[in-house]
C-alpha cells in the first residue's frame, strides 16, 4: 500500500522483462491467428471457385485448386500446432514469473523472521533470565530479612494472638442474638402525627 | 441489429436549417449533437468524413428530400468540439475523430471486462481487445487503435494498467 498518488510519482514500470515476452508472444499468436482467418476465407473462396469450374466443365483446373486448397488446409492445421506451442510458452512464463514471486515472497518472510531473531540473541534471553533469577532471590533476601527480625518465641506469641483474636470474634458473633424482624403492619401515618413531634422540638 | 431509432425532429424539415433565432437554435444544436452521436453509436463509427457525411443518411433525410448544408455540419460539429466529443484529424476539417464515449469512459469498460476475464496482472495485446474472440459480445470490440490506446492511457494514469512499449500490449493491474 503505498498511498494514492505513489504511483503516479513512481517512474518505474511495473512491467518486467517476462511481461515483454508474454507480450512478443501473444503479439505472435494474434499474427496466426490473422493468417488463419486469411486462410479460411481463401478457402471458402477456393471451394466455390472449385465448383463453379466443375460447372463449367473445367476439370483440369478445379483439380489444381483442390490441390491448393488441401496444401493449404495443411498449413491451417500447422498453425494450430504453432498456436497451440505459443499458448503453452505464455502459460510456463506466467506460471514460471508467479512462483518465482512466491519464492521471493517467502524469502522476504524468511529475512523478516531472521531480522526478529537477530534482535533476541540467545546471551541476551539467558542473560535476561539470569538477571530475573537474581532479582528474585534479592527479593527472597529481603523477606528473609525483614520477616526474620522477629525471634521464633515472638513468632507464636503473635500467631497465638492471632489465634485468641479469631476465636473471639467468632464467639461474638454467636452471642448476638438479633430481634426477630416485626411481622405486624406498620399503623397507617396521619398527618397529625407526624407533625406534633416538630411542634414539641419548636415549643420545647 | 435493429434499425436506428431516428428522433421525431429528423422528419421535421426546419430541423435540417440552422435556425436564427438564438433560443430555437440552441436547442436545435443540442438535438443535433445527441444525434450525430447516436448515430455513429448505433454504427459503430469512430470517424466521420464530412464529404461523405453530407449524403450519408444522417445529415440527408431523402423521404422529406432535406440536407443539412456543410455550414450547419461544420456548426455543429464546433458544438461537439466544444464539448470534447471529437477532434479533426487534419487542420482542414476534412475528417475528424469522433468520442461518444469518453476515453475514460471506454477505460472504465475495458477495465471490468478484463477483470471479469481474469485479465488482470496479465498481459495482454491490443488486437486481443479490440478484435479477440473473447471481446467479441463488448461494445468495444472493434474499436478504433487510436481509442483504444487513448482509453488505456487514461486508465494508466490511474495506475490501473500499464500501455507497453511500443503500444502494442497492455499490462491490467
Redesign the interface.
Known sequence: MGGLFS??NKKT???TEQ??A??QL??Q??KLK?YQKKINVQLEKERLLARQLLKDGKKDKAKLLLRKKKFQEGMLVKTDGQLDNIEQMVHDI?FAQIESEVVKGLENGNKSLKKMHEMMSLDDVEKIMADTQDSIEYQREIDELLSGSLTQEDEDDVLAELNGIIQQTSQENEDINLPDVPKDKLPEPSKEKTKVPKEAVLAS | MADFDWPWQYKFPPFFTIQPNLETRKKQIEAWCTLILDYQKYLKSYSLDVKEAQNSPLFYNKSISRRLHEDGIYTILGELQKKGHIEWKDKGRKECLIMWRTPEEWGKLIYNWADSKGLLN????M??ISN?DDSADTDFHGIESWLLLRALKSLQ?E?KC?V??GN??V?F?
Open positions: 504511483s503516479k514500470s511495473r512491467v511481461d515483454n508474454v507480450l501473444k503479439i499468436r494474434d490473422q506466467e | 496479465t498481459v495482454c495485446t488486437y486481443e479477440g494514469l495506475g500499464e507497453m512499449a502494442e500490449g499490462k493491474f
